[in-house]
């Protein structure tokens, strides 16, 4: 239907709800017109330390990530789109001048202000706790359709919300970038 009419496709966080990512990729590069200009950008479900190491499940953040990881992958939700997707992207064939960045985005403001890279960095990783807030409070209806206990639910959130709000606790979401070009 939008074959070859579109100079830029541009996908943001979508992987929770895209079943099937390659296919997406194919749709993507169908509507670009030649030498159009397809981004994408995808977070990966872990937090990272502030030597980008996986928290894993040792703090409450963590848990709440793995468990909403859980819950989209019994949806069959590209769970797993972040880890890979500039090899997607160059699989498909038809894109050229692939790519790949990661951008590690602070939850919170925990840099120093010495510098006006860290100033820059705790404004960012302010706006991302409050987004990170809010995604908390937004994934309760999904974790708990998977079937975790409401009671264990509240007291994960709750504790979450906390360590995210913690300026003494450094997190990073990666958020992984690709560009590329169409042939």
């Given at each position: 239907m939008y074959r070859?009419?579109?100079?830029?496709?541009?996908?943001?966080?979508?992987?929770?709800?895209?079943?099937?990512?390659?296919?997406?990729?194919?749709?993507?590069?169908?509507?670009?017109?030649?030498?159009?200009?397809?981004?994408?950008?995808?977070?990966?479900?872990?937090?990272?330390?502030?030597?980008?190491?996986?928290?894993?499940?040792?703090?409450?953040?963590?848990?709440?990530?793995?468990?909403?990881?859980?819950?989209?992958?019994?949806?069959?939700?590209?769970?797993?789109?972040?880890?890979?997707?500039?090899n997607m992207i160059?699989?498909?064939?038809?894109?050229?001048?692939?790519?790949?960045?990661?951008?590690?985005?602070?939850?919170?403001?925990?840099?120093?202000?010495?510098?006006?890279?860290?100033?820059?960095?705790?404004?960012?990783?302010?706006?991302?706790?409050?987004?990170?807030?809010?995604?908390?409070?937004?994934?309760?209806?999904?974790?708990?359709?998977?079937?975790?206990?409401?009671?264990?639910?509240?007291?994960?959130?709750?504790?979450?919300?906390?360590?995210?709000?913690?300026?003494?606790?450094?997190?990073?979401?990666?958020?992984?970038?690709?560009?590329?070009?169409?042939?």
């Amino acid at each position: 239907m939008y074959r070859g009419q579109f100079d830029v496709v541009n996908g943001r966080m979508i992987a929770m709800g895209i079943k099937d990512y390659k296919s997406l990729i194919s749709e993507s590069s169908a509507a670009l017109r030649s030498g159009g200009f397809l981004q994408l950008q995808e977070w990966d479900f872990f937090i990272v330390d502030a030597q980008k190491q996986v928290i894993g499940t040792d703090c409450w953040f963590g848990r709440w990530c793995a468990a909403l990881r859980q819950s989209l992958a019994i949806r069959n939700a590209s769970v797993n789109a972040a880890e890979g997707l500039d090899n997607m992207i160059r699989s498909n064939g038809t894109f050229h001048d692939i790519q790949q960045q990661d951008v590690w985005m602070p939850v919170g403001p925990f840099l120093s202000e010495d510098t006006a890279e860290g100033r820059h960095l705790n404004l960012v990783g302010e706006f991302m706790r409050e987004n990170v807030k809010a995604f908390i409070n937004g994934g309760k209806t999904l974790i708990l359709g998977s079937g975790m206990n409401p009671e264990e639910y509240n007291k994960m959130e709750f504790n979450a919300t906390l360590e995210v709000q913690d300026e003494n606790i450094p997190m990073y979401l990666r958020l992984n970038c690709v560009t590329a070009r169409k042939l």
